[in-house]
């Protein structure tokens, strides 16, 4: 009888193989020209300014994006085996699933309060 975890190392090991392949690859067959422009820090075409001499401030809202799009993914990736597992899990999981929620949902008001969510 084979191991039921098998499948998994095997995927698990294909996966990480491809990675460094591919890393590998990159670094044996990619050019090497480094100029000037290649060197300096990408700023999606505006040329970055000098910060302030206290380092100045950054703002939030960059910050609170990305974490909203990671709490929301995180909810995504909890609540759907819940509601595939929903009628053996009973009345416990329910009301974790509902803390769970509350809790998100405290996040997504601390985004939106903080502006977050308004696109200027």
């Known amino acids: 009888m084979t191991n039921p975890y098998v499948p998994l190392l095997f995927l698990l090991a294909l996966g990480a193989g491809f990675a460094v392949l591919s ?3 990159s670094l044996v067959v990619g050019p090497k020209r480094y100029n000037r422009a290649k060197l300096e820090a990408y ?4 040329q970055p ?3 302030a001499a206290g380092g100045g ?3 939030i809202k960059y910050y609170l994006t990305a974490m909203l799009f990671i709490i929301f993914d995180i909810e995504s ?3 759907y085996p819940f ?3 929903f009628n053996q899990l009973g009345l416990f999981a329910l ?3 509902v803390l769970f929620v509350l809790t998100v949902f405290v996040a997504y008001a ?3 309060r903080r502006g977050g969510l308004e696109w200027d």
């Open 23 to 25: 890393v590998g690859t």
């Open 43 to 46: 700023e999606c075409g505006i």
């Open 49 to 51: 300014s000098p910060h």
């Open 57 to 59: 401030r950054v703002p």
């Open 77 to 79: 990736v909890f609540l």
């Open 83 to 85: 509601a595939v597992a």
């Open 95 to 97: 009301v974790e699933m």
């Open 110 to 112: 601390y985004v939106w």
